[in-house]
């Protein structure tokens, strides 16, 4: 699903809202999910999952192509974790 798909959706499924009022409910929520993802902490929404920032510690790593060791800095990732709901549904859904 897209972000255009979920904004249809949205849409759709609240009659009372026109598609710009779902665009615009959309991109406000993913923004801030993102400003509190950039500010390390953590978004739990129950029953679907929860976004976490996690550091990666600096390493050394190794070109492929020529095998030189390089130095690979400190990172910061996202990491989902789904919910058991989610879990379970995606778990029972049959695959297409």
């Known amino acids: 699903m897209t972000r255009s798909d979920l904004v249809e959706e949205l849409a759709a499924h609240f009659s009372q809202l026109s598609q710009s009022d779902a665009e615009y409910a959309v991109r406000v929520l993913l923004e ?4 509190a993802l950039e500010q390390g902490h ?3 929404i129950r029953g679907f999952g929860s976004f976490t920032v996690n550091r990666r510690a600096p390493r050394i790593g190794r070109n492929p192509r020529n095998g030189e060791t390089v130095a690979v800095p400190e990172k910061r990732v996202l990491h989902f ?5 989610l879990r379970e ?6 695959p297409k």
Do not use: H, N, S, W
């Not at 801030?32 to 400003?35: C, H, S």
């Not at 974790?81 to 709901?85: C, D, Y």
């Open 32 to 35: 801030a999910m993102a400003d």
């Open 81 to 85: 974790k789904p919910g058991k709901a």
């Open 89 to 94: 549904a995606v778990d029972k859904a049959a």
């Open 42 to 44: 953590r978004i739990e």
